[in-house]
């Protein structure tokens, strides 16, 4: 084949675990290019490996040496230099699920025995690329022998290379044999000497570089469907992971709203139980789960709920706590979609209801008022129920040049301000666009974005959440400049 293997794994699975990074940039560039040839002849001596590596969410280092845990740290030691080994550990964890990815696409199979054999294919390259040291830890691991011995396979070209490879191999083995003892009575060495001193591994994720836990933040509706989602983390990738088993699991087209921030830790304490969690809150109504650092919260709408899905997850997330709590609100949970048809309903009589001849900036956003749209988690699509709604008060608009509104986006306070209130923004943009896009004049309209500033209702609640979430219209009154608020209680006279 043309392509050289290690090279491929460099130029893809780096530039993905690596986005974004600027902390010891060089050192785990390095690190990542001595890992795959490591990584590929582990996987090529233990094809059951690569399987369970597979079925993980994200596969660690800890799955790779799970028959000899102790070497983990040696390793770490060896390929980690003067950079801290949290740093080093928590790159390379985070390169193993992408290398698998690389290389089922170029076996065209994600068949162990197709993976084997690409290793095979391109062994030349990938035993050319272990570190020196590499021969010590691989046969510490079970795999050094066969590594040896296809390293000084001479190919069989003429009798004369033969010999020569012979001579050769006569000079070199036992030079190599005596290296490679040499190097394993210093790793033995250094693990015995350093037995008292080094703690034993943790099953709690490194976090060295960051500052704020990841973070994830659920809620669902009263049919036990996913209507809100926010995801804080620090790692590309496993957020695309994540957002695949999310939509997949809930059949939920958009997913989560994403923060990605360096000052975001890159892993979840037992994060590898997040899909099964999140099966268990499928269908369970006015669930709120907020998954962050060491503890797991739920909160439902009446404790018993709570208290049964705690339960069932707690033996799920050993290494965390399970906190329950019933909603505050003692209301019966939203109908949202009763709710949305009910107030849709509404605004479109309210709109009918206007005076062509007589048509007042007031009567048009208390109407509009009436409506909720109900944009989708991390969305600013605006749903096609509205549309009608919007066309009816464009139609009016452009009748009255003299009718001016503010479109104010709102959200609940569940993720992070700042990011709310983009999202706020955008979503009252939307609106204003699609009103110009039926022919309103742009000066008739502006967009503020106030995100979770200005709470209705309770946002510990669903119910509460779920009133936050919404787009109002005000008027201005360009003589004046005083806002004239907009109530429920239905069209007012100017």
């Known amino acids: 084949m043309n392509i050289n293997l290690i090279d491929l794994l460099k130029k893809k699975v780096s530039a993905i ?26 996987l090529k001596s233990q094809p059951k490996l690569i399987e369970s590596l597979q079925n993980q969410l994200n596969p660690r280092l800890t799955d790779i040496f799970i028959t000899n845990p102790a070497l983990k740290q040696q390793f770490l030691e060896q390929i980690s230099g003067t950079v801290p080994t949290g740093a080093i550990e928590s790159t390379l964890n985070r390169s193993i699920a992408p290398t698998l990815g690389v290389l089922e696409i170029e076996a065209g199979s994600a068949e162990p ?13 990938v035993s050319n690329a272990l570190p020196p040291w ?8 079970g795999v050094g022998t066969a590594v040896e011995h296809t390293l000084h396979q001479a190919p069989e070209i003429t009798s004369y290379k033969e010999a020569e490879e012979k001579k050769k191999s006569g000079f070199l083995l036992p030079l190599i044999a005596f290296v490679i003892l040499a190097v394993l009575l210093a790793f033995i060495f250094r693990a015995c000497s350093g037995q008292k001193e080094t703690e034993p591994a943790s099953t709690f994720p490194t976090q060295t570089a960051s500052s704020e836990p990841a973070k994830l933040q659920l809620s669902t509706g009263a049919a036990g469907y996913l209507t809100t989602c926010q995801l804080y983390s620090g790692n590309a990738s496993y957020i695309n992971i994540l957002q695949q088993e999310i939509k997949q699991i809930f059949n939920h087209t958009m997913g989560c709203g994403v923060e990605r921030n360096a000052n975001y830790h890159t892993e979840f304490i037992d994060q590898d139980a997040i899909p099964s969690v999140l099966k268990l809150v499928k269908g369970v109504p006015n669930v709120s789960l907020t998954w962050m ?17 705690a339960a069932k997850i707690q ?27 009910t107030g849709n309903s509404n605004a479109e009589k309210a709109l009918a209801e206007i005076n062509p001849d007589n048509i007042r900036a007031l009567d048009i956003a208390t109407a509009l008022n009436m409506q909720i749209i109900n944009f989708d988690t991390a969305s600013t699509h605006i749903p096609e129920a509205n549309k009608s709604i919007l066309d009816q008060a464009a139609a ?35 609106v204003v666009d699609y009103l110009v896009k039926q022919g309103v004049d742009p000066a ?8 979770q500033e200005q709470p209705i209702a309770d946002n510990s609640t669903v119910n509460g959440q779920f009133k936050n ?26």
């Open 17 to 42: 675990v690596l986005e974004g990074e600027t902390e010891y940039l060089s050192e785990k560039s390095q690190a990542l290019t001595s890992f795959f040839p490591i990584l590929l002849s582990i």
């Open 113 to 125: 025995s197709a993976i084997v054999h690409l290793i095979e294919t391109h062994w030349s390259v």
């Open 134 to 141: 590499a021969l010590a830890l691989l046969s510490a691991l």
């Open 293 to 309: 650092g060491n503890q797991l919260s739920i909160q439902t709408a009446n404790s018993t709920d709570a208290q049964q899905l």
């Open 315 to 341: 033996p799920l997330v050993k290494n965390m706590t399970v906190l329950t709590q019933a909603a505050t609100s003692t209301a019966t949970p939203v109908d949202s979609l009763a709710v949305i048809s």
């Open 396 to 430: 009016l608009m452009k009748r009255a040049p003299q009718v001016k509104l503010t479109v104010k986006g709102h959200t609940d306070a569940v993720g992070h301000a700042a990011t709310n209130k983009t999202l706020s923004q955008k979503r009252a943009q939307a």
């Open 444 to 451: 008739q309209l502006q967009a503020v974005g106030y995100g």
């Open 469 to 494: 979430r919404r787009i109002e219209f005000e008027v201005l009154n360009t003589e004046t400049g005083v806002v004239r608020e907009v109530n429920e209680e239905g069209i007012k006279k100017q």
